[in-house]
Structure formats: structure tokens, C-alpha cells
């Protein structure tokens, strides 16, 4: 069992709908993550929040928009996408108070943009 | 501009033999590196790590070898078991920062 947990599984969208993708960690991590995925292709980092507050933002497009509510929880809200933004969608956390924590990941949301 | 990179997309193995995974970075300013495995329709799980200054770190099959003056890592299993069948991607961390930077993955397939 994983101990990152996102939901959906699935999801499709079309490109005008709101939609919100949901993360959520019971291992006391303050450093929550967001990557996209293609296929054949390796992961790639969007965003970063530290100790909930954004710290990284990729250059990404504002049809996607990061939200940490709480510690446990991450969540990425998506608008007017288009269908190259079809890929899996990994959340990840790590912790902070060391040199070096590795990522643990949930096992994704497949979105499917039609 | 692809920063690490793994030049074989796929490797076979037989069972009982040693897997060697290669991967390549071109930045000097990462602090660590890791390997991960991913099965399909899960998320990527950690195996193990190594710190940029070290050389080997072992962990039951699994040992990572870092030769920084040529800027490679590999990830050797011995022996490989047909449950290590996955994809497997080496990781790095740039120095100061929460960013970690995959490489493009190995498909692993170690057969029976």
C-alpha cells in the first residue's frame, strides 16, 4: 500500500471543464509535490510546496493551479485544458528537516483531456 | 536539454544473473542520486541512494557505484529475480533545492 494516496485513479475531462486532482500523505512530510508524466518519458517536476507554501513553480501554464490546504493535503485544480496535457499526474512528498529525503509517490491520476 | 539521462531504453536479463542500470548526468551541482522502480499503474518507489560524495552504497541486491569524474552512475541486482521486471529510473537532486531531475528510464525484463 502506498502511503501517498491520490484520487482519482481515471479521470476525464473536456477542455472546458474544472476539474481537481487530490493528494494526500500521513508522514508528517512538509514537502509535497507535483509531476507530470508522458509516455515513454521520464517524470517532470511542476511544483513544489514547503511547508505549504509554494516554492517552486516549472514555468507551468496557469490552466494549472496548485493548492496546499494543509500540511497532509496537496491539490492541483485544472481549467480550460488542452488535450497535450493528457498524461499521468504524480504527487510526491519528502522531508524537509535533513539534507537529503527521497520522494515517496502515490500511484498517480491517468487524466485524459478530450 | 536532458540533464540525466539513461541511454538503454530496455534490458533483458536472466534470472539469477546480474542487472547492470546505467545513467549519465551533465551537471556538476547535484547532491544526490536515486533509482527508483515503477510497475505500471503504480507511482515510482524508491530502492536506494547515493550522496555525491561517496563512491558505492549497497543495500542487500541492490548497489549503486557513482564515478563522478566521468559524471556516471549504475545500479547493479544481483541476482535478479523475475519480480524486479520494471522500469527503472535513476533520479538526481540539485545542490540547495527540492528539485529532482529523472532520467528518461530503463525497462527491465529478467526472465525466467
Known amino acids: 500500500d502506498t502511503e501517498v494516496t491520490q484520487t482519482p485513479k481515471h479521470l476525464v475531462m473536456g477542455m472546458t471543464n474544472k476539474k481537481s486532482l487530490k493528494c494526500e500523505q500521513h508522514?508528517?512530510?512538509?514537502?509535497m509535490y507535483w509531476y507530470k508524466q508522458k509516455a515513454k518519458k521520464p517524470p517532470e517536476l511542476m511544483f513544489v510546496?514547503?511547508?505549504?507554501?509554494?516554492?517552486i513553480n516549472e514555468s507551468v501554464p496557469s490552466r494549472f493551479s496548485p493548492e496546499c490546504p494543509n500540511s497532509s493535503l496537496l491539490n492541483l485544480h485544472l481549467h480550460a485544458l488542452q488535450p497535450e496535457d493528457s498524461a499521468l499526474y504524480l504527487c510526491a512528498s519528502s522531508q524537509v528537516d535533513r539534507d537529503y529525503s527521497p520522494l515517496h509517490f502515490g500511484n498517480g491520476t491517468r487524466l485524459t483531456v478530450t | 536539454d536532458q540533464q540525466v539521462k539513461q541511454n538503454s531504453p530496455s534490458l533483458s536479463v536472466q534470472e539469477g544473473r546480474i542487472s547492470i542500470l546505467n545513467c549519465d548526468y551533465t551537471?556538476?551541482?547535484?547532491?544526490?542520486f536515486l533509482w527508483y522502480k515503477k510497475y505500471p499503474a503504480e507511482g515510482p518507489t524508491f530502492l536506494i541512494s547515493i550522496s555525491s560524495i561517496k563512491d558505492k552504497n549497497e543495500d542487500g541486491r541492490f548497489t549503486v557505484f557513482l564515478n563522478k569524474s566521468a559524471k556516471h552512475l549504475s545500479l547493479h541486482i544481483v541476482p535478479s529475480q523475475p519480480g524486479d521486471s520494471a522500469v527503472y529510473f535513476c533520479a538526481a537532486l540539485l545542490s540547495g533545492t527540492y528539485k529532482y531531475i529523472f532520467g528518461t528510464g530503463t525497462r527491465l525484463k529478467v526472465l525466467a
Open positions: 551537471n556538476s551541482m547535484f547532491d544526490y
Open positions: 510546496y514547503s511547508y505549504e507554501k509554494l516554492s
Open positions: 508522514m508528517g512530510h512538509r514537502a
